[in-house]
């Protein structure tokens, strides 16, 4: 008898110790599955935003090229092309090219290099009118001439240096979604880049 209460105590134990084994054994893979699982998330954050495109401009002008006909130094006879410009501006940022890392044990989201702007600016040149004269005829060269002139002023009229600067603000803006992002999931944001002080990290 007494034998069988020492078997049963000693059964009892060891019962006790498994269930105490397996209860802090899933506890920790929970917290891996948790780690892993906020990791995932982040990395997926950042993946879907990809190649973004911060800032569009659209600009549109008319200009009007006169060409004059002479002969001796008098003008005999003139034409003109009125031609109408659209120019699309476009501010984007390949996010492949962001260096970062994300520690999930020490809950880090370190940010180490942000990428350069991709400056794209586009001009679309449409003839409105052409006023030709028979001495003077407009050539196909001269159409040219004109669009090609047309399209360069364009480009020169963009500021590109406030477009850079409108750019950057607006990733700002936009990396700061994965911040938030990143601090519900109780990550620190580490800046190596020294560039994000705006954000409040």
Do not use: H, W
């Not at 008898?1 to 054994?25: D, E, Q």
């Amino acid at each position: 008898m007494k034998n069988l209460r020492v078997i049963l105590s000693f059964a009892a134990g060891v019962i006790v110790m498994l269930v105490l084994f397996f209860s802090f054994r899933s506890c920790f893979n929970l917290a891996e599955k948790t780690e892993q699982s906020d990791y995932y998330i982040l990395t997926n954050q950042i993946a879907k935003m990809n190649k973004m495109v911060v800032l569009e401009q659209n600009i549109s002008s008319m200009q009007k090229t006169k060409m004059a006909y002479t002969v001796l130094g008098n003008e005999v006879s003139s034409n003109s092309i009125i031609t109408y410009t659209k120019t699309n501006a476009q501010v984007s940022y390949d996010l492949n090219k962001m260096k970062l890392e994300v520690d999930s044990i020490n809950k880090k989201l370190i940010i180490k290099d942000l990428p350069d702007a991709d400056i794209r600016i586009t001009p679309s040149v449409e003839i409105q009118s052409l006023d030709d004269s028979f001495f003077n005829r407009i050539s196909e060269k001269d159409i040219k001439n004109v669009t090609q002139k047309a399209k360069q002023t364009a480009v020169k009229t963009i500021d590109q240096s406030k477009l850079r600067n409108e750019g950057r603000k607006q990733l700002m803006e936009n990396l700061n979604t994965i911040f938030v992002l990143a601090k519900a999931l109780n990550y620190k944001i580490e800046d190596k880049t020294g560039e994000l002080g705006i954000l409040k990290l």
